[in-house]
Each structure stands twice: as C-alpha cells, then as structure tokens.
T-cell receptor, first 112, second 111 residues
Framework: EAQVTQNPRYLITVTGKKLTVTCSQN?????MSWYRQDPGLGLRQIYY???????DKGDVPEGYKVSRKEKRNFPLILESPSPNQTSLYFC???????????FGQGTRLTVV | SQQGEEDPQALSIQEGENATMNCSYK?????LQWYRQNSGRGLVHLIL?????REKHSGRLRVTLDTSKKSSSLLITASRAADTASYFC???????????FGSGTQLTVLP
C-alpha cells in the first residue's frame, strides 16, 4: 500500500529538549516536504527536498532542520524546541513539487 | 506560501444537497488540485485538473477551472454526512518550489 508514515503521532516535550519526527515513504518519490498547520494560518511549508542530499528552506524554516540521506526518509529535527513550535506537523511526498502529494497522518507536537 | 483563497470559509448543508466551494489563485499554474482533510488527519488527494482542462469529474465530485479568472470550483453532489471535512485547493506550477495551498473550506453536512 502506498503510504507516508510519520512517527510519533503525538508528542509532548519540554522546551529545549531535542526531538526528531520521522517520515518515510514507500513510493520512490523524489520530492518530500514538511508542513506545519496552525489554526487561522493554514498549511505552511517548513522544508522541502527535491532529491537525496538536496534540501531547501520553505516558508517557515527557523528552528528546524532536516536531512535526506536516503530517498525514502526525511526526518524533521527540532534541536531546541520552543512553545511556539507547538503545532500539527505533516510530512508529504510526491514525484515532483507540483504533482499529487501524499500526506502522512500527522504529528501533534506540544512543547511546554 | 499561502497564495490561494477559498470561499466560503465554512459551509453547512443538509445531507443530499450539493456543496460548492471556490478557490482563487494568483500565479500561472500547470494544475490545480483539491484535497480533503478530516479533523486532525492528513490531507488526502481528491482530484487534479490540468491548466488546459476546463472541467473534470470523479464520482460525485466535479471540478471546474477558469484560468482567465484564476479560479476553480469544487462541487460535491448529493452530499453525505461522511463528506464533513475541510477541503483545500492547491495550485501547482513547474516554476514554483511547492504546491500553494488555499486557506480551506470547512464543510459540515448535517444528517
């Protein structure tokens, strides 16, 4: 089954404690991206990757890091989480940046 | 970036009625896509219409695209309570680095 898998689904953490949200896709897609979704602000792209070892900033990259060492995986790293990073996060993959996107189920992160 | 706008922001209808949602975008596109999101869940792709198409159907969904007005509409016919969700349009352009999502329409279908 074609899917994008994110983990964890829910996470509560404390300010400053490094965390990683994993994302994996099984469709051999080149393009992967991370979004955060906040009430009233819609979906905002954090980082994207056009292919292995190629990553670039989206609209709201501050406080986040990503890596793309393998085609299937695209982890999101918060080195020092802050309360303003409390949000619902989505990973997505697609063949290219403007084709049908497949989304993960989301990670609800709370930073206290 | 959020360049798309959708209206209405919220729509409440009775089961069996049709629901129409509109989307406007700002730049030239290669395609326009519609997604559905159940509360707190990931977005699910519904339909893609290319810039050289004017209308497309998929089951109870009908999408139109007017590139001269930079607008699209999604019609859901004979709505069901299970159609309750948020619906987002997303414009795709080869020159852009990402899909550009609209702000979404929250549809509630009352049984």
């Amino acid at each position: 089954e074609a899917q994008v898998t994110q983990n964890p689904r829910y996470l509560i953490t404390v300010t400053g404690k490094k965390l990683t949200v994993t994302c994996s896709q099984n469709m051999n897609h080149e393009y992967m991206s991370w979004y955060r979704q906040d009430p009233g602000l819609g979906l905002r792209q954090i980082y994207y990757s056009m292919n292995v070892e190629v990553t670039d900033k989206g609209d709201v990259p501050e406080g986040y890091k990503v890596s793309r060492k393998e085609k299937r995986n695209f982890p999101l790293i918060l080195e020092s989480p802050s309360p303003n990073q409390t949000s619902l996060y989505f990973c997505a993959s697609s063949h290219t940046q403007n084709t049908e996107a497949f989304f993960g189920q989301g990670t609800r992160l709370t930073v206290v | 970036s959020q360049q798309g706008e959708e209206d209405p922001q919220a729509l409440s209808i009775q089961e069996g009625e049709n629901a129409t949602m509109n989307c406007s975008y700002k730049t030239s596109i290669n395609n326009l896509q519609w997604y559905r999101q159940n509360s707190g869940r990931g977005l699910v792709h519904l339909i893609l219409i290319r810039s050289n198409e004017r209308e497309k159907h998929s089951g109870r969904l009908r999408v139109t695209l007017d590139t001269s007005k930079k607008s699209s509409s999604l019609l859901i016919t004979a709505s069901r309570a299970a159609d309750t969700a948020s619906y987002f349009c997303a414009s795709g352009a080869r020159s852009a680095r990402q899909l550009t999502f609209g702000s979404g329409t929250q549809l509630t279908v009352l049984p």
